[in-house]
Nanobody, 116 residues
Framework: QVQLVESGGGLVQPGGSLRLSCAASGFSLSTYALRWYRQAPGKARERVASIAPVGDSTYYKDSVKGRFTISRDNAKNTVYLQMNSLKPEDTAVYYC?????????WGKGTLVTVSS
């Protein structure tokens, strides 16, 4: 059974850092693309970052480039999102996502609040 479980969210001041984790089970994430999405109150869900299964090529939304880093630890079957220089507009529920045919899988999300 494919499961994704996010953790690491919390309250942080502007300029601070957090590292989100997404623990995968039921499949080997080394062979699938993994994506981080976020959804702020009243807004649509948006893709923040992704990492390819081969070669580890990455994608970042323009507004997080240079501040966020996506990475994976295949031994732990976990993907991470290191978030630095956080801004209030980064406040959202963060979700990890993967597609393992024939279904799209999502975690339940972890809340990140950036506020002084």
């Amino acid at each position: 059974q494919v499961q994704l479980v996010e953790s690491g969210g919390g309250l942080v001041q502007p300029g601070g850092s957090l590292r989100l984790s997404c623990a995968a089970s039921g499949f080997s994430l080394s062979t699938y693309a993994l994506r981080w999405y976020r959804q702020a109150p009243g807004k649509a869900r948006e893709r923040v970052a992704s990492i390819a299964p081969v070669g580890d090529s990455t994608y970042y939304k323009d507004s997080v480039k240079g501040r966020f880093t996506i990475s994976r630890d295949n031994a732990k079957n976990t993907v991470y999102l290191q978030m630095n220089s956080l801004k209030p507009e980064d406040t959202a529920v963060y979700y990890c996502n993967t597609f393992v045919a024939p279904m799209d899988y999502w975690g339940k999300g972890t809340l990140v609040t950036v506020s002084s």
